[in-house]
């Protein structure tokens, strides 16, 4: 296990609920429910009732049966939210970053109701502070769709290229007390150092995922998809979902992954 990865067995062990406490609400996958068939959304909300050994009991909704038994590592908490950003520059907003947003957009809106998956379409600054300052509270991953290079990304307001610090002081500037999310980016070049190092370095910022060279719409599209399905579905952790995700785009096509200024390797 890489240092920098969770050890779920060890917070299991961490308190009575281990990262979950008694009256929790949390998600479950709805393929760990009796009735999965039954369920709109890949993941259900549910309430934590008890423990038993490294297991959680959860309660959900129009459950006939028992509570079921979730492992730790598959449950995610009540702020699960995610935020896609598409940076729009006009020229390219129609045949190529709206068909990847909205790609992403419908597939993850399997996942969770409406309300906690957002697309907003942006192209200035001010407009990102503005979605910032609404949806901080209650996102907990972000999607960055636009325009990228190895050291800046593309905004209209701004006279110059927006480089990794900025973008990072950007959204610190719209919420200050914000808590670091989970940033994956499919913006072109921009897990490269120049950018990708100060951004995650950014005090709004935990993980970040971006591709290393320029990348295709639909492999962007599919490593996301691989990327959410294994992390939010399987419970897998941040490095072990980018490593499966890594490996279904395939060959030619490659993302890294950035935390606190360091680039971690392929899992």
Not at 30 to 36: I, K, Q, R, T, V
Not at 80 to 96: A, K, N, P, S, Y
Not at 209 to 223: R, T
Request: glycine letters at 8%; a negative charge; aromatic letters at 8%.
């Amino acid at each position: 296990m890489s240092p920098n990865e969770p050890n779920h067995a060890a917070l299991m062990s961490q308190s009575d609920m281990g990262k979950f406490e008694m009256g929790d609400e949390v998600y479950v996958p709805s393929l760990a429910l009796p009735d999965p068939d039954g369920r709109p959304f890949a993941l259900t909300l549910g309430r934590v009732t008890g423990q038993e050994g490294r297991l959680v009991r959860v309660s959900v909704p129009n459950n006939h049966e028992s509570d079921v038994l979730v492992s730790t590592k598959l449950l995610h908490g009540r702020n699960l939210g995610i935020t896609v950003f598409r940076i729009g520059d006009i020229d390219t907003e129609e045949h190529l970053l709206d068909p990847l947003a909205k790609s992403i957009l419908h597939y993850l809106r399997l996942f969770l109701p409406h309300d906690a998956i957002r697309l907003r379409e942006v192209r200035t600054s001010a407009e990102i502070q503005a979605v910032w300052e609404d949806l901080e509270a209650t996102t907990s991953h972000v999607v960055i769709i636009g325009h990228g290079s190895e050291t800046s990304i593309k905004l209209l307001d701004c006279e110059y290229p927006v480089d990794g610090a900025t973008l990072g002081q950007i959204f610190e500037n719209a919420s200050p007390t914000t808590s670091p999310k989970m940033f994956v980016s499919l913006s072109c070049l921009t897990g490269r150092m120049p950018f990708a190092r100060p951004f995650s370095l950014s005090k709004v910022c935990g993980d970040y995922l971006a591709p290393f060279q320029s990348v295709h719409s639909a492999a962007a599209s599919l490593f996301a998809q691989s990327y959410f399905a294994n992390h939010l579905l399987n419970g897998q952790g941040v490095r072990a979902a980018y490593g499966r995700a890594h490996q279904a785009v395939g060959r030619g096509v490659h993302f890294r992954h950035w935390r606190d200024g360091i680039h971690l390797p392929i899992p």
